[in-house]
């Protein structure tokens, strides 16, 4: 039951930080931000006004689901014994050391076409 809750709280933080690639850091989450807002824009062929709303929206957003992460990862730190933690903590080093990984080879793989 225990190995059954520790995974099913690992999904839904694995999800979590999907959705809001949680190692993306400010800068790049920003970025995703502004180039989303930039397509819809074009898109949609979007008013100034309606830009500067979409802009905020987003961004706000971002913050409530960050915000939702970090309350969400503190909650379960909470129930997990100091071995779990120790356990969680290199799966998510792991899974961020993937993430790198794929991304420079997406890069390697964009500069050589």
């Known amino acids: 039951m225990q190995h059954t809750l520790i995974a099913w709280l690992l999904g839904i933080l694995c999800a979590t930080a999907f959705v809001g690639n ?20 074009e898109r949609l062929d979007l008013s100034n006004e309606q830009r500067a709303q979409l802009d905020t929206i987003v961004r706000e957003q971002g913050d409530k689901r960050r915000a939702l992460r970090e309350e969400s990862q503190a909650r ?11 356990q969680w903590a290199r799966s998510r080093e792991a899974r961020k050391a993937a993430r790198k990984a794929r991304r420079e080879a997406r890069r390697a793989n964009d500069q050589t076409q």
């Open 76 to 86: 379960i730190e909470g129930i997990l014994t100091a071995q779990q933690r120790e």
């Open 22 to 41: 949680a190692s993306a850091g400010p800068e790049r989450a920003e970025g995703r931000a502004a180039r989303y807002v930039e397509r819809m824009a």
